[in-house]
């Protein structure tokens, strides 16, 4: 139930912000997208006001109320201008547009900002997208991968972005619920090399020639896993056994050779 | 370049099945989403065939052709009868409705069974969804995860769905291409955990009464990471020299012994 309420504080940090749309049957469109994935604010920047009723008709009345509450602007600039970060979505990969990121890698990087950024996502009109000049304003740009070269309808955009960043906040949410291991740190992991490296040498594993190769070798197979506190323990733990064994042999051996 | 047909291919054994749709709008809309992602089969299950304009208008002249193959038929069997996996697409979770899944987990599902079979989406009506009856003809359910109990438009759930499953196959295209390590069967696995078990025995790390507790943790240890052919190798031959380097002071004492 706490999880729920939280869910809905961050997606509250996250405006949908319409560009010039053309056609207000998109926003109504938009409109519904944005509620059905817990949006709530939705910005549109527009000379004229568009048209309630045909906005309506595609909002349905469970979204009626993100059209009542939508804030007008004629000046993309002062819309955007209490936003901390700001997503651009464009269809054209043009010469500016080099840093794309596919939504889902858009989400991955901004569900972490959401408990303290405002965060907007911002759509171009249906008939040319957002311009260089708009893209300005962005700190990230995303575009939804398409077979072809075809641009998608905007609600249509606006839906996929939203069902993306609502499944990210949701999967984090599950993910801090989940068991998180105690990971090793750098500290524990250099010990543990050190003490891992002194056995090899012991038993002679370790030739002069080859050392660094091998010891690089180990480091990323041991590094790769990322493995755990508990984990180092058990490793040092068998370093050191074999070690007190080694020196119990040795001692045998001296007190034999004093015989 | 070759990739990209291959996707097209695989794509193409797909179909998006609309049952009953009320609106032709939507058909058109479902039509463009569709085409946009690479999918070229739209069927529509309807008495009445849909106001021809009233679809172009929504599907755009890009999805035009769509529109002009479009499938229609009058009973749902029929519809689905040359199809060997039917995906039934829900918002509502009712008592029949406990195996659900997210989209993302049926792509993952259904992309290694589409070189060999064809494929439909089926999605309900606008108004009521997919009866208990029309679910009786799927093979996995899917539900897109809503802030509350909300209704999608019927176009932008099949633009979700068709964008999750050409990112689907998109990604399952990358993975083919990046490298994939041999990891160790379970035979390999199983000669490296009595390797181990040798060495541990022998410095006296395994007390006969913690020995079970040991064994199963340095499984757990080493199985959880997947580790490949290559370390398995490496590890066994530490095991190796540890127990030649052993030899070898049994034998210096052994030698001293007998002088």
Redesign the interface.
Known sequence: MNTKRD??NL?AHVAIVLMEPKYPENIG?AA??A????FSRLIVVRHEPPDREKMLK?ATH?ATHLIDAMELHTDLAEALASFSYIIGTTARKGRSRRNVS?P?DMVEKIVPLLPNNHIALLFGPEHRGLTNEDLNFCDLTTT?????F????L??AV??HC?EL??GV?HMADEKKRFVPKLADSYELEGMYSHVEVV?R????LKQADYEYWMR?IRR?LG??H?RSK?VK?IR??CR??LW?ENQ?QE??GS??TK
Do not use: C, W
């Open positions: 869910n809905a997606l469109a519904r997208a509620m059905n994935m817990g595609m469970n596919h889902r939804i991968p398409t077979a072809d075809s641009s998608l309808n609600a249509q839906a996929i069902y609502y499944s949701v090899l012991q038993i002679g594993f070798s197979f790769r896993y493995i984990e058990a733990g068998v056994q074999f064994h042999q045998t051996t034999k050779e």
